[in-house]
């Protein structure tokens, strides 16, 4: 699929890690009928993860980071024990944007839209309402009119997300869902609404209240987010372990005016790649 990489100012193709087993999966009779009693058990998800974990695992990472490129220059540390630990790899980021500026919580390629009337989310052609994202949990309604942000996480970028401004958390809650891809293959189908999802309602000091899902997918053992109650700006609010993820945003209306590149490539259905803690909106609400 086509993304505009925002460093570069260009555009490029990205490869998706697994594409022809996902079509085999999502695109035949029998990929569906194996997706439903096999794949998406918890025993499947739990199987795969105790293998990422093991040090069987480490002999994968070279030949993944050859074959996507991933640049290792800003880890912490480039020594892997296994798979999982490579993959949960912690990174250096840079944040040079003022207090009242937004930035991304994590690297990923991200997706702008309006929320519009009904608390529905348009992504891809597909529609999913924002009360079904946090199960009827959390009282959305003041969001309509606002924006919501979409990150995806590809399995080359790093796992770890983190607060996009100082503020505390409200409330959080979790829900168990069908372990399914979020990935862009299978976005014909409602799965965000199958998935496991980790929400949190937090009261920001220049945004608001923001609400965040964390969206775990097709083998991810768990989404991993740290107790804190009171937060500052690139805190690390947690991580997810091995698969492809993605993390949604919502800001009241009048609260955040985006970049115009973005919005731009957003309304043309083109995902923008941004690196935590770039500014990525502006403040409007204070």
Not at 4 to 28: C, I, N, P
Not at 55 to 64: A, H, N
Not at 256 to 261: H, K, L, N, P, W
């Amino acid at each position: 699929m086509r993304i505009y990489d925002r460093a570069a100012k260009a555009y490029r193709e990205e490869r998706q890690y697994g594409g022809k087993s996902l079509e085999f999966l999502y695109h035949t009779v029998m990929g569906r009928i194996l997706l439903k009693v096999f794949f998406c058990r918890r025993i499947y998800s739990k199987l795969v993860s105790i293998w990422m974990r093991s040090s069987f695992s480490v002999r994968k990472i070279e030949p993944f980071i050859r074959e996507y490129g991933v640049d290792l220059s800003a880890c912490e540390r480039t020594e892997f024990k296994s798979f999982d630990d490579f993959f949960t790899r912690k990174c250096r980021w840079n944040c040079s944007a003022g207090a009242q500026e937004l930035i991304a919580p994590c690297r990923g390629r991200l997706a702008a839209y309006r929320i519009d009337k009904g608390l529905s989310l348009r992504i891809k052609g597909n529609i999913y309402t924002l009360p079904e994202l946090v199960d009827n949990r959390l009282e959305l309604s003041q969001y309509e009119g606002g924006v919501c942000l979409v990150y995806r996480l590809a399995l080359e970028d790093c796992h770890r997300y983190y607060f996009c401004d100082d503020g505390r958390v409200l409330s959080t809650g979790e829900i168990a869902g069908v372990l399914h891809t979020v990935r862009p293959i299978s976005e014909r189908y409602r799965v965000f609404s199958r998935n496991h999802r980790v929400y949190t309602l937090m009261r920001t000091e220049h945004f608001g209240d923001v609400v965040q899902i964390e969206v775990g997918a097709l083998q991810v053992g768990k989404i991993n987010n740290h107790d804190l109650t009171e937060f500052a700006r690139m805190d690390e609010k947690g991580y997810f372990s091995y698969g492809g993820s993605t993390i949604i945003q919502l800001y009241m209306p009048d609260m955040i005016s985006v970049d115009g590149d973005i919005r731009e490539h957003s309304d043309r259905g083109v995902e923008v790649l941004v690196s935590a803690g770039e500014k990525i909106a502006k403040g409007q609400g204070k």
